[in-house]
């Protein structure tokens, strides 16, 4: 069974530009949640897509969004781009969570590693 | 609010060793998964082992075991016969269960590196 796709891994764009990153979640999951992992602020929940709805969402601007399609793959698009918006964009996909249960295991995508000049 | 404190920034093992790696955890939700990952560097985070709150027993995966002990909100990994491959960043993330939470969202600590000497 595939993993979870990333592309693309690396990125390199200027302040001010925008930018769309793409993942194929396991197939047979229908949850993608979306992190950003810098070395200041760690791994940070940035949302999560579920039957093509944003179920849950962090503290970040707007200018970061997403969407997911009806086969289950998800972009983020990223808009204005900062210095600060350099960072590992991580993707992870699971089966959906039921109400009330803790256990669910999200796997993940190798990453996408966003460069911002 | 939730929160995971990760207290070991690196971490050294003598190859085919035992290492321990904390991890404690701040929620006041009764029903939590707590979860340890490791991330090569490549980048890919890998699932290695779960924990629930209302397990009985304490989480092993191989040579991956999990010491909860839930009054002192910790949930440490142990990786027993440590291997050069071992190598890595390790996070511990926790979710929490409650009813009203439907959505996937994992907090992470900040993380330990673990190097493994030969």
């Known amino acids: 069974k595939a993993g979870v796709t990333q592309t693309p891994r690396y990125l390199i764009k200027t302040r001010g530009q925008q930018v769309t990153l793409s993942c194929s979640p396991i197939?047979?999951?229908?949850?993608v949640s979306w992190y950003q992992q810098t070395p200041g602020q760690g791994l940070q929940f940035l949302f999560e897509?579920?039957?093509?709805?944003?179920?849950n969402k962090g503290n970040f601007p707007g200018r970061f969004s997403g969407r997911q399609f009806s086969n289950s793959r998800s972009e983020m698009n990223v808009s204005t781009l900062e210095l600060g918006d350099s960072a590992l964009y991580l993707c992870?996909?699971?089966?959906?969570?039921?109400?009330?249960?803790?256990?669910?295991?999200?796997?993940f995508g190798a990453g996408t590693r966003l460069s911002v000049l | 609010a939730q929160k995971i404190t990760q207290t070991q920034p690196g971490m050294f093992v003598q190859e085919k060793e035992a290492v321990t790696l904390d991890c404690t955890y701040d929620?006041?939700?009764?029903?939590?998964?707590l979860f340890w990952y490791k991330q090569p560097s490549s980048g890919e985070m890998i699932f290695l082992i779960y924990?629930?709150?209302?397990?009985?027993q304490n989480a092993t995966e191989g040579r991956y075991s999990l010491n909860f002990q839930k009054a002192r909100k910790s949930a440490n990994l142990v990786i027993s016969a440590s291997q050069l491959g071992d190598s890595a960043m390790y996070f511990c993330?926790?979710?929490?269960?409650?009813?009203?939470?439907?959505?996937?969202?994992?907090?992470f600590g900040q993380g330990t590196e673990l190097s493994v000497k030969p």
């Open positions: 992870a996909s699971s089966l959906p969570l039921m109400g009330g249960i803790a256990k669910n295991i999200q796997y």
């Open positions: 993330a926790m979710r929490e269960g409650g009813i009203y939470n439907q959505g996937g969202k994992l907090i």
């Open positions: 897509y579920f039957s093509e709805t944003q179920r």
């Open positions: 924990q629930g709150s209302y397990d009985q």
């Open positions: 929620t006041s939700d009764p029903s939590y998964g």
């Open positions: 197939s047979g999951h229908r949850s």
